[in-house]
């Protein structure tokens, strides 16, 4: 079976919200295509120590391509945990994520994505 979850490292490069946001759309876009069925965004928690403008950008995009239909659902790290509903339904759609390291880890520099 080809791999059905993708990885992005968004934050690499120190991109600006803008730049980010634009590459996120662009990598849902890709993934889509490909038959993906899952993207772990990796977007860092901030240098400021009270959670970065890019995590919640991310998240506030994500929020809207849900509204808009262009995702399934999303669950940030700090509640990717299998005792959360909204991952546990994560997981009975792709139950490869069940091997993801962070799964359980409170790691709120990461999102992750169903398509």
Known sequence: MANRIGVVTLKAGMPTVEEARARLKSEIAKAKKTGMVALKIIHGYGSSGVGGSLKHAIRKSLRKRV???????????????????????????????GKDRDLRGYNEGITVVLL
């Not at 909204?86 to 490869?96: F, G, H, V």
């Open 67 to 97: 509204k808009e239909g262009q995702i399934r659902s999303f669950v940030g790290g700090e509640e990717w945990d299998i005792f959360e509903e909204s991952t546990r339904q994560i997981l009975d759609e792709c139950p490869e994520l």
